[in-house]
């Protein structure tokens, strides 16, 4: 099995991301706050419906997670020392965060750095990409060997 | 102790002593795996004297419990149970010293004493209180696929020959009356292992990701099943009901997938009905998909 993905919401903007997704191997987590800061770019700005996302969503595998007291504890955990005004700034990227907070969870996102508290848990979808492309080829090299 | 905590909360009792037998013993706190396995034993050995009301379930490697309704104290450091270490998070547990706390301590201590060095005769016994036979046949088919393989090193084809058996007896334990809506699924993977073990050149990657893309499947339908848990609180279950139509329509779609590189190696797979027509619905998904996904970026 592979490692659990948690998707930030710009991830969602990867055509090439949602293709892959549909034959991972693997649990595909999008946090219920990216989820609904989607539907607001897709529905408010660029006048999508509920139906076509939630169909993307299916299509490709995508679950829509909801926050726990433990996601919450994570967050917590997260921000000990965080001063005010950047929490207020940033919340919602701690919260996202939060989801992948538990190795081998892994955060795939456009602004690797704005999750820099999650380690080396954090890729860009080309990165993703590229990354199992390479395994599938040394995995193909080495059956053909 | 957190403000507020319960004097004699047995279930952080038995947590808590579960965690620090084991750290005494041997110096590390316990494993996800080793920590489910003797809270299940405990409860069990309890049950008629003290109940602890351990929130658990069956899942994937056997009986575990429910973290989000676990004591807050225990911590997890990993998502999978036999990476993650478990371990107690500030002051002890409250307890006074009864007669109910003493039983807790030495049903523990003797639980330590059987199985700290021995996991596998733990996940065992507890297999042994498994509400259905096919896990159990599962366990064996599990052992047999990880274990003696990489023990023996034994060729393909002596293994597809004793696997055999073991598989068509597992399958033949699968409780279709309390699972009916997996019967189909269930029938394509036997039959697709059926094709690959009875051929002549007999792949095991590929059984192994039959079998257990089946059982991954198989286990978000198992653990809420009223015979698989026990004091679940009614939204968890409510979340895990939820998640079961994505996830059949995610493993239908991994099944299918590794049924069309299945035809591609073997030859018989489009006599049998089941098999091609679970392949053109695959390749009907597929088309879909494309329609869904260039719609929505390209519009």
Known sequence: MNEPLVLDTNALNSKDLMYWLRSYRGKVILPIIAYCEFCYYQIVLKRKTINQIDALLRTSNIEIRNMSKSDVSCVIDICQDIKEPEFKKNWRDYMIGAFAHLPPHRLITENVDDFDFLGNRVIDPVSLLEKYDNKGKKRKRRRKA | ?299
């Open chain 2, 1 to 299: 102790m957190a403000e507020g905590e319960n004097v004699n909360d047995y279930l952080s009792i038995a947590s808590y002593f579960i965690i620090k037998k084991f750290k005494d013993a041997k110096g590390r706190d316990p494993s996800g795996l080793y920590f489910n396995k003797i809270m299940f034993l405990t409860y069990k050995k309890l049950r008629n004297k003290i109940n602890l009301k351990l929130p658990h379930c069956w899942y994937r490697y056997g009986d575990e419990v429910i973290k989000f309704s676990m004591p807050n104290n225990i911590c997890w450091d990993h998502e999978d149970p036999d990476k993650t270490k478990v371990f107690w998070r500030y002051n002890p547990p409250k307890m006074e010293d009864s007669e109910k706390v003493k039983l807790i301590e030495k049903t523990v201590e003797q639980l330590t004493e059987k199985y700290a060095d021995n996991v596998f005769e733990a996940i065992r016994k507890v297999y042994s209180h498994a509400p259905f036979d096919f896990q159990k046949r599962f366990l064996e088919l599990r052992e047999m696929l990880y274990g003696i393989n990489n023990t023996f090193n034994w060729d393909a084809t002596s293994l597809a020959t004793i696997s055999a058996p073991v598989f068509s007896s597992a399958f033949k334990t699968f409780p279709v009356s309390n699972f009916p809506s997996l019967k189909r699924q269930k029938e394509i993977t036997e039959k697709a292992i059926n094709i690959i073990l009875t051929s002549n050149m007999p792949d095991f990657n590929l059984v192994k990701d039959f079998s257990i893309n089946f059982w991954f499947q198989f286990c978000y339908h198992l653990r809420t099943h009223n015979m698989a848990h026990e004091n679940v609180p009614k939204e968890i279950l409510t979340m895990w009901r939820g998640k079961i139509e994505l996830e059949d329509l995610k493993y239908r779609r991994i099944i299918a997938d590794l049924l069309k590189l299945l035809a591609r190696f073997y030859d018989n797979v489009y006599s049998f009905d089941i098999l091609k027509d679970e392949i053109e619905w695959k390749n009907k998904d597929d088309k879909e998909a494309e329609k869904i996904i260039e719609d929505f970026f390209n519009n």
